[in-house]
Antibody, heavy 118, light 110 residues
Framework: QVQLVESGGGVAQPGRSLRLSCAASGFTFSSYAMHWVRQAPGKGLEWVAIISSDGSNKYYADSVKGRFSISRDNSKNTVYLQMNSVEPEDTALYYC???????????WGQGTLVTASP | QSALTQPASVSGSPGQSITISCTGTSSDVGSYNLVSWYQQYPGKAPKLIIYEGSERPSGVSNRFSGSKSGNTASLTISGLQAEDEADYYCCSYAGTSTYVFGTGTEVTVL
């Protein structure tokens, strides 16, 4: 069965860095684009970033462009989100999600909580 | 990348049908037939219930249906049941491999 397990969340002071990981299993990881989606406490979903199946293409939401970087290691079935210069507005539950052929996210992890606070 | 607009809340009685709208622009909803819908229970991850505007993944009840007209997509839940009480989000492809979510709708079963 498909599983996505996020880790790496925690408390980070504004301006510091944090790296999130998402370990995938149960499917051919190298065949799928992967996304990060976040949800601030009590708020809605916000798309954050996508990486293509081979890692050659990456795109970001305007709110994180230039600060966050998505990457993947297909040999480890893992996708990463490097968060630099974190801001209080980055406080959220971060989900990784598998892309269902250019439309929709068909599998989600349970999320990892990031709190940007002094 | 402005969020798509959804009503904050929609309610209905058991057995009724309700419709949730999702309004975007000609740059997202209006340009692509790539709208998906998600159901989210409190404390849980979202679940895909509609993709490509009107397609249901295997295992999703046929009480859920999707449609689109112009810049507005819609999700209809027919035969409303207590278990449908949840938050619902639309999401549209917005070009150049980017996506935008809706503001979310809380569905209450009276």
């Amino acid at each position: 069965q498909v599983q996505l397990v996020e880790s790496g969340g925690g408390v980070a002071q504004p301006g510091r860095s944090l790296r999130l990981s998402c370990a995938a299993s149960g499917f051919t990881f190298s065949s799928y684009a992967m996304h990060w989606v976040r949800q601030a406490p009590g708020k809605g979903l916000e798309w954050v970033a996508i990486i293509s199946s081979d890692g050659s293409n990456k795109y970001y939401a305007d709110s994180v462009k230039g600060r966050f970087s998505i990457s993947r290691d297909n040999s480890k079935n893992t996708v990463y989100l490097q968060m630099n210069s974190v801001e209080p507005e980055d406080t959220a539950l971060y989900y990784c999600a598998r892309e269902k052929s250019a439309d929709g996210f068909d599998y989600w992890g349970q999320g990892t909580l990031v709190t940007a606070s002094p | 990348q402005s969020a798509l607009t959804q009503p904050a809340s929609v309610s209905g009685s058991p057995g009724q049908s309700i419709t949730i709208s999702c309004t975007g622009t000609s740059s997202d909803v209006g340009s692509y037939n790539l709208v998906s819908w998600y159901q989210q229970y409190p404390g849980k991850a979202p679940k895909l219930i509609i993709y490509e505007g009107s397609e249901r993944p295997s295992g999703v009840s046929n009480r859920f249906s999707g449609s689109k007209s112009g810049n507005t997509a819609s999700l209809t839940i027919s035969g409303l049941q207590a278990e449908d009480e949840a938050d619902y989000y639309c999401c549209s492809y917005a070009g150049t491999s980017t996506y935008v979510f809706g503001t979310g709708t809380e569905v209450t079963v009276l």
